[in-house]
């Protein structure tokens, strides 16, 4: 049984559905990469299973249980976390105060959940009182993903966190994105840097018009001629 | 020396009680503006109806035979501030919560309230009349005249128990939320939704009882406001209406959304209103000695007439509009 | 939609029948003449709220700027101020706001001198100081002066419809100014912004008693139709000429709301309407299409602010007292509010329907409080409980409660309105 399986999941805004019967399966120790072209419902899917927007169709399953259209005070003490793609971090808030957001529904002490994200990123320790609002944009996405992990998720989802840095700052947060799938978090995320992250990928999903056109590993989607003349892109 | 003890009885103390009144009202509005993002017009009825339950309670306790040192508006204060904040949260689930349901805009959540704020007025003309009452019907009101004669004044210190009370209940009301606020988790996730709403539940923080928190709290320190306003002047059914625009107007010059700032702001506008009304004649009189005849003091300087007391706060109010809408320490704005 | 409108036109036509047999004649013809002026005064509303989305909360204040207007024209003439210096020192006075305001203007012109940033605020600063000392330098003793002698400035005894035009002029030039500041603000923001500006408004016309009387109001105001000692002169009745004569003023009322019903759906229907529409509906897209948000808006404020005044001139004059402590927030902006929300915002004849129904609703439940008050005193009192006290001024505070009421429900189950808003098919 997969940690986490949508079927055939219909969802929308509320007009005219975005996705149209997306299926896909992680386990904890896959790093899943969602990829395809603009408007092909790749955050969507994440909005989806995170509960923000309504699922008309199909089921999502985590642990083997529905979860769709549950709230996500419910889904983080169940072990899913999101980092959004924008204002993903409280800015007139400290670094710290930050992580401790993230750990709220935990009922005990997660001062060494603490220990380890400032170990994973020891730049935050570092700046651990200054309001998250002076960070440069990679160190925001640090926080941001240490915000996520506080609450000890099975599966961490991540929207584009490559989105607006600068190269060294997109090959660190792949790096820690590996590092944190190693210690046991599964991971899926929605990706525009399509190669970049599908050459870590253990599970790939091309997505386009709403449903899931490709799956494989990585490497093979990056191998297939199809996918890589019509998906890829540079 | 005189003066400077005139200054200090009617610019000083006087201006810090009313600050300290339009503080703890501002820091409700602006803590609901915050986490609820709309103005909540019906504030001032939280802080009548919280001094009406406060005068409610005293009355009861005076009638069973209960005597305090103190007076006792003071002493069931925390038990009024209980029902106020019960009160709140009713009105929260009965008139507001519905309509965000529905995803009503903060212009008809505005309106709602004013509803609200009609209803409560007219519940409360209802059952206790448009009179005024007192709470010091069956106790003194203590009055500390504290003798400077040691300073050269020939006045003494004049400040009434329950203002002296007033300002050390304000206090230590403004240090427990400073603790909440940054110490405690619920106060930090208030702050968090306040700072981003969607983020805030992405994290997994339960928002319903985030909002639930923010009505207790307000409906609290409306209560304390209230209550400590009618045991200066008197209780009557339109007490908080009245001053419902200077607290607006300081909570939004301390910025929306800052608790620090509304405290801020309602100290600014409390010592502003009393600084506009002072009568400057009666401190520079002495100049009168050496000033030339035509250049004499006329009988009150003062910058504001009294009538237009309560028009300072406005005027505080659409200038910060203009000048710098986001307030002081930087709330929402536009 | 038109048969629903219909009929609900028809039903309050009804209660306007109802309300006349029970309460009479002379009590009925007064309320209509007073809603006409609220449909008025509502249909002003709509305009700014309906049409442009903008929050006026400040609507006293126009409706006493209409009211101190139509004062000011159609009162006989104070012959006492006049011949004596009070005229004068009003001159003096003229000019020193004159060249106060000279002065500002030219302080925010400083920059052209080379001044900056500190220096420049600082400047500007110093002028308004001085240019309201200067003022105050003037006006005190102008005021004391003619309070003392003449007691207040007078009227220019000019024909009463002349005030209610002149009420629309002075509305329009207060609207411009708060327009210009406080139309960029959200909102609530904007609600609280004209809360506070018609409170401003309300202190100074309450204590410019030189101005105004102020508190001691100015009174018999003159109609612009026959008053009913008229009618009693040429040999009617005391009934009829009060129905003459109300008749009279109803039937120019009318005639005012007609024409302003007529020209607001004009230009409602125009490219003018479309495009208030479309900014009121996105007016981040709309600016982004180049149209100017900001002027239109102003635009809106004005005119509807323009209606507001004349209708509050109405009300004054039929009332023919000119009183500032009459004026509530709660009887003077927000029933107008209630009035459009019941009535259907952004629709016409919503407006008018709103304001005439709750306008009714608001004068009955006082009386009908009274009734059912006293016949539970006497219930009460039957049974050995004590009567209930202060029925008077409870009955008088039960109109409060009950427009809080009716806006809780009209939020809840019909926030649109009883005769919504046309949403138009634009080709």
Same mark, same amino acid.
């Given at each position: 049984m997969a940690l986490i399986e949508l079927k055939h999941v219909v969802a929308g805004y509320g007009g005219a559905p975005i996705l149209n019967g997306v299926d896909m399966a992680i386990e904890q120790s896959d790093i899943g990469v969602i990829v395809g072209p603009n408007g092909a419902g790749k955050s969507t899917t994440l909005k989806a299973i995170f509960g923000l927007l309504k699922v008309t169709g199909g089921t999502i399953e985590f642990d083997g249980e529905d979860v769709a259209n549950s709230l996500p005070d419910k889904l983080v003490p169940r072990g899913l976390s999101f980092v959004p793609q924008e204002k993903n971090v409280f800015t007139s808030m400290s670094v710290e105060e930050n992580l401790e957001m993230g750990a709220f529904t935990r009922r005990d002490d997660f001062k060494p959940t603490m220990d380890w994200v400032y170990a994973m990123f020891p730049v935050l320790a570092e700046k $651990? $009182?200054?309001?998250?609002?002076?960070?440069s944009g990679g160190q925001r996405q640090m926080v941001a993903m240490g915000r996520a992990l506080m609450s000890k998720p099975r599966l961490l989802m991540l929207d584009e966190p490559s989105a607006g840095l600068s190269p060294r700052y997109v090959i660190e947060i792949f790096e820690t994105i590996v590092r944190v799938n190693k210690e046991g978090v599964g991971i899926l995320m929605v990706e525009q840097n399509a190669r970049q992250a599908l050459a870590f990928a253990s599970k790939g999903f091309v997505l386009a018009q709403g449903q899931n056109r490709f799956t494989g590993t990585g490497a093979e989607l990056i191998a297939d001629p199809d996918v890589a003349k019509s998906f890829l892109g540079g | 020396m005189t003066e400077f003890i005139f200054f200090i009885n009617q610019v000083v103390i006087s201006g810090a009680v009313l600050g300290c009144i339009y503080a703890l009202g501002a820091v409700g509005i602006t803590l609901i503006f915050g986490i609820l993002r709309f103005a909540h017009f019906a504030h001032s009825e939280l802080m009548t109806s919280g001094a009406f339950f406060a005068f409610l309670l005293a009355a009861l306790f005076a009638s069973w035979g209960i005597v305090t040192p103190i007076p006792m508006g003071f002493v069931v204060l925390p038990l009024a501030m209980v029902l106020s904040a019960i009160f709140a949260l009713g009105v929260d689930k009965g008139f507001y919560a519905p309509l965000r349901q529905r995803g009503a805009k903060p212009v008809i959540l505005l309106i709602a309230s004013i509803g609200v704020t009609l209803m409560v007025q007219g519940l409360i003309r209802l059952f206790f009349g448009a009179g005024s009452y007192s709470f010091f019907e069956n106790e003194t009101k203590d009055v500390f005249r504290v003798d400077t004669s040691f300073l050269g004044s020939t006045r003494p210190l004049v400040i009434t128990e329950p203002q002296l009370l007033m300002i050390i209940v304000t206090i230590i009301s403004v240090l427990a939320l400073h603790f909440f606020l940054t110490r405690s988790r619920l106060g930090k996730a208030m702050r968090a939704m306040a700072d981003n709403a969607d983020l805030a539940q992405v994290s997994g923080i339960n928002t319903a009882l985030v909002v639930r928190v923010t009505w207790v709290v307000a409906g609290a320190l409306a209560c304390m406001a209230g209550t400590m306003l009618a045991l200066d002047v008197t209780l009557k059914p339109d007490l908080a209406f009245n001053i419902i625009i200077p607290i607006f107007a300081a909570a939004i010059v301390g910025g929306l959304g800052q608790a620090y700032g509304a405290i801020a702001g309602g100290l600014l506008i409390g010592f502003a209103e009393s600084l506009a009304v002072f009568n400057w004649t009666m401190v520079l009189r002495p100049l009168n000695g050496v000033l030339p005849e035509a250049l004499q003091l006329p009988a009150t300087l003062a910058?504001?007439?009294?009538?237009y007391k309560l028009t300072v706060a406005f005027v505080i109010l659409v200038v910060v509009l203009l000048v710098r809408p986001t307030g002081i320490f930087k709330g929402a704005s536009s | 939609m038109i048969a629903r409108s219909l009929s609900l036109f028809a039903g309050l036509f009804a209660l306007i029948l109802v309300i006349g047999w029970l309460m009479g004649v002379p009590f009925t013809s007064s309320r209509l003449v007073e809603a006409t002026a609220y449909a008025l005064i509502a249909l002003g509303l709509n305009i700014q709220w309906g049409y442009g989305g903008l929050f006026n909360f400040g609507i006293m204040g126009f409706l006493m700027l209409g009211g101190f207007a139509v004062t000011f024209i159609s009162y006989p003439i104070n012959p006492s101020f006049w011949g004596s210096d009070g005229p004068w020192m009003l001159g003096r006075a003229a000019l020193a706001f004159g060249a106060g305001a000279l002065l500002v203007y030219a302080a925010r012109q400083s920059h052209r001198l080379g001044l900056r940033g500190g220096w420049k605020t600082f400047t500007i600063v110093l002028a308004w100081s001085v240019a309201y000392c200067l003022y105050r330098s003037q006006i005190d003793p102008a005021a004391a002066y003619i309070e003392s002698t003449a007691g207040f400035v007078g &009227?220019? &005894? %000019?024909?009463p419809v002349f005030g209610w035009l002149f009420g629309g002029v002075l509305a329009a030039g207060v609207a411009l100014i708060v327009g210009k500041i406080?139309? &960029?603000?959200r909102t609530d923001y904007l609600a609280i912004a004209t809360i506070g500006i018609s409170e401003i408004i309300r202190a100074l016309i309450k204590n410019m008693d030189w101005l105004t009387r102020g508190t001691l109001t100015v009174s018999p105001i003159p109609w612009p139709t026959p008053l009913p000692q008229e009618y009693q002169a040429s040999g009617a009745d005391q009934l009829s000429s009060l129905i003459l004569a109300r008749g009279g003023y109803l039937a120019l009322a009318l005639l005012v709301l007609a024409a302003a019903i007529w020209l607001v759906s004009r230009a409602y229907a125009g490219p003018w309407g479309r495009m208030m529409r479309a900014i009121r509906d996105n007016h981040v897209a709309a600016s982004s299409m180049g149209k100017d948000v900001k002027s239109r808006q102003l635009e809106i404020f004005v005119l509807g602010s323009v209606l507001m005044g004349i209708g509050g001139a109405m009300l004054v004059s039929f009332t023919q007292i000119f009183d500032p402590?009459?004026?509530?927030p709660i009887n003077h902006t927000f029933l107008i509010w209630v009035m459009i929300i019941v009535g259907g915002a952004g629709n016409n004849w919503g407006a008018v329907f709103g304001a005439v129904l709750i306008w009714l609703v608001w004068v009955i439940s006082e009386p009908l409080a009274k009734t059912i008050f006293e016949t539970a005193s006497y219930w009460s009192t039957s049974v050995g409980w004590p009567e209930i006290p202060d029925i008077e001024s409870r009955s008088a505070q039960m109109r409060v409660f009950v427009l809080g009421l009716v806006i809780t429900i009209a939020l809840r189950y019909a926030p649109k309105g009883l %005769?919504?808003?046309?949403v138009r098919r634009d080709s």
């Open positions: $651990r $009182r200054q309001p998250a609002g002076e960070l | 910058l504001v007439p009294t009538e | &009227g220019l &005894g %000019i024909n406080a139309l &960029g603000l402590s009459s004026y509530q %005769i919504p808003e046309v």
